[in-house]
């Protein structure tokens, strides 16, 4: 049997996986081909826009400048996932594009990509360090919505950087739920609620 064979056989499998699933059961992603899952991770999203790219360029001089001011404990470890958010981007940028996320879920990732280009949010991005922590949680919070319907494969396939995706998720969520503020996390989850409908 040959290995496109067997590769046939294996996206039927899973196909047929996919089809007998109740929506108890764990989600399957598609099976998504050898030369488009070679290439998955190569994607340039944005070397056309140069607002984005300076968006990216921007927040990693930033976030590398300001780190070294004392925020506190929390707040350090906070400033430390801060180096994650450009990978968070493109993150985001690479599922509104992939075709195994629902239409419905990219015009929620296209509001989460409008607030991270956004300066005046939340938490305004001209603010040292701070400005950019609201940013952060709100992709973090919004990729976790995401998760509830999607298989983590998906996020995992798009995900450039090299920590593991799903713990630093969890640790940010755990640290931002001790740092912030109790109005910003209102805000966030209404901000969340609000653009998921």
Known sequence: MSLKNIHREEIMIDQEKHDTA???????????PPDEAENIKDRVVFTDD???????EDLRRKVKDVSK??????GGQLTEYLFLLPDFFILVCRLAMDNRVPAKK???????????LM???IIPDFIPVIGHIDDLVLVVVGLNLI???IDKQVL????SGEENLLEMMTKITA???????????????????????
Do not use: C
């Open 69 to 74: 001011s004392k925020v506190g404990k929390l």
């Open 106 to 116: 990219k015009v929620f990732i296209g509001a989460i990509i409008a607030y991270l």
């Open 119 to 121: 300066p005046l949010d």
């Open 175 to 197: 640290t931002a739920d001790q740092f912030l503020d109790k109005n910003v996390w209102h805000r966030i989850n209404a901000w969340i609620s609000k653009k998921s409908e």
């Open 22 to 32: 109740t929506d108890t059961e764990e989600k399957v992603a598609r099976e998504i």
């Open 50 to 56: 140069e607002r984005k790219m300076k968006f990216y």
């Open 147 to 149: 998760l509830k319907e």
């Open 156 to 159: 995992l396939d798009n995900w």
